[in-house]
């Protein structure tokens, strides 16, 4: 057997732990590897921060949310002498190989480790769907099932005031939350962010729900920008952790169909709700599969691959391709949806 490490990076995701527990499972199991958690992302081998993964560690994980992990966003390539410490780190604890679980920047960095002669697989994971080498990531069908719920609980507040409730979504560059969850909940008004709105056009499906005695249902991706107001919304600041700030773009939205229908309404921004909890059957089932087929990369040798999901099957594509192009909403898929504006 081998020693494997393993980690997780980014912004957490429900699955990511259905993936240690598979990884963790086979690889002892199958492969008779020793399986070596690191803590906080790259931070983890960065800094020699450790976790075993055992049998019994990933016992009663797969369906919990987030990662047993922890996660970071940071990069060893931005940290003073970050990739020697991170060589040694691995030296030191005679990792043969990693298995990188994250989203683009994460997998960036796996694929810029792999030149710099570290072995590592990646494995995909993002709840915005934005990564274009894999049909679907895990952890997006449960944020569409939360966002669904919220639109359908928020309907029948909304009908009973007569009030227009507009929800603002996570992603900030692909719509897939938003238009999936709207597709789902019925809602009135789908905005994304690959596709600028006009504040006219959606006051008129407002009204035009009013008239029929209806509340308007309004879904707004966090990144989604007004006709010609890009600077409005994307303020360019950063807040104290490096995050570019959003406007608020939810907010904003339901005072303007305020001022300019006369209708009350309300806006509620669903946030880190989207990604915290169980993660749904479907995403346990991708992160699992995921999970066994890196293992089973890792065991071949077949590095600076990341696995994907094509179809029903799971296939390995060069890390390259993993960050190479985001995947946003196609404007077709877009106008699909828009019929049912209104
Ligand atoms: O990429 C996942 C994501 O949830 C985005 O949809 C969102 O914009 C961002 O992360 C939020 O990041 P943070 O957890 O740092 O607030």
Not at 59 to 83: A, Q
Not at 103 to 109: A, Q
Not at 303 to 328: C, F, H, N, Q, W
Request: aromatic share 6%.
């Amino acid at each position: 057997g081998m020693r494997v490490g393993v980690l997780t990076g980014g912004g957490d995701c429900p699955g990511l732990n259905a993936v240690l527990r598979a990884v963790t499972r086979k690889g002892i199991s199958v492969h008779q590897h020793e399986i070596l958690g690191f803590r906080s992302g790259w931070l983890g081998p960065v800094e020699g921060l450790t976790m075993p993964l055992t049998l019994d560690k990933v016992e009663d994980i797969l369906n919990r949310g987030g990662t047993i992990l922890g996660s970071s966003r940071t990069n060893p390539y931005k940290v003073d002498d970050g990739i020697a410490r991170l060589k040694a780190t691995l030296e030191e604890n005679r990792v043969d190989a990693l298995i990188a679980i994250g989203g683009e920047d994460t997998l960036g960095v796996a694929e810029q480790l792999t030149h710099d002669g570290v072995p590592v697989v990646g494995v995909p994971k993002t709840i915005d769907n934005d990564l274009d080498a894999t049909d679907y990531t895990f952890g997006f069908d449960t944020a569409v099932h939360i966002a669904t719920e919220a639109i359908d609980r928020l309907r029948t507040t909304a009908e009973s005031h007569h009030r227009a409730l507009v929800v603002e979504v996570m992603g900030r560059h692909a719509g897939w939350i938003a238009l999936h969850s709207g597709l789902a909940g019925g809602a009135n008004v789908i905005l994304v962010p690959e596709q600028p709105f006009s504040v006219e056009k959606v006051c008129a499906w407002v009204e035009q729900r009013f008239e029929r005695q209806y509340a308007p249902i309004i879904v707004v991706a966090e990144g989604a920008v007004p006709e010609g107001g890009k600077e409005l919304l994307l303020t360019g600041e950063k807040d104290a952790f490096g995050h570019v700030r959003l406007g608020g773009v939810g907010t904003w939205l339901a005072e303007e169909i305020a001022a300019r229908t006369g209708k009350e309404s309300r806006a509620m921004v669903l946030g880190h709700v989207q990604r915290g909890g169980t993660p749904t059957a479907y995403d346990r089932v991708l992160a699992t599969r995921f999970g066994l087929h890196a293992i089973d990369a890792i065991t071949e040798g077949d590095y600076g691959k990341m696995v994907a999901l094509r179809g029903t099957d799971i296939v390995r594509v060069p890390l390259r391709e993993a960050t190479a192009s985001l995947k946003t909403v196609p404007l077709e898929r877009y106008a699909e949806a828009e019929v049912l504006f209104g």
